[in-house]
Structure formats: C-alpha cells, structure tokens
C-alpha cells in the first residue's frame, strides 16, 4: 500500500486541512505502524488502541498482510478499550 499512502500524504491529507481549517477543524494523521519499538512490540495493539481512543473521528483503512499473525493480544481491563470487547462478541 505504499502508492496508496504517497497519494494520502501527498494529496488527499493538504487538501482535507485545506478544507478543515475555516472549520476550525484540525486534522493530524497517525500512521499506526511507526513508532512502536522493538521492546513495545508486545504492547504494539495496546498503544494502536490509545491513539485510536485520543481520536474524535478515526478514517481507518487497511490492507491484507502476509507472514505471522500474532495472538489476540489480552488487553487491560479498562473502560477506554470496552468498545474492543463489544466488537469481538460480536
């Protein structure tokens, strides 16, 4: 998905601030894949989840990936991730 983000970044994200902005609307994309470091790996879900609970509206778009699945990570038991557990009952 490397053509995909270039078009985002270079493009779709200037153009989407260009319109927020008599809004007063900020926008700031979160590229959740950068950032985690190698010791964070195994709270790599946690952190992904808090940045998507610090968000008002979350754009989310994802692609396939190929190699190892993780395990479903446990997550604390916290009000912000009940959301999370909703999803997976259902």
Request: glycine share 4%; hydrophobic share 35%.
């Amino acid at each position: 998905m490397h053509s995909e983000r270039d078009v985002l970044v270079q493009s779709v994200f200037p153009e989407l601030r260009r319109r927020a902005a008599p809004h007063c609307l900020y926008l700031q994309e979160v590229e959740l894949r950068w950032g985690v470091t190698e010791e964070e790996s195994e709270r790599a879900t946690e952190l992904c989840l808090s940045e998507v609970c610090r968000s008002q509206i979350l754009v989310g778009i994802l692609g396939e990936r190929y190699g190892q699945v993780p395990d479903r990570p446990a997550l604390p038991d916290l009000p912000q991730y009940s959301w999370v557990r909703l999803l997976k009952n259902s």
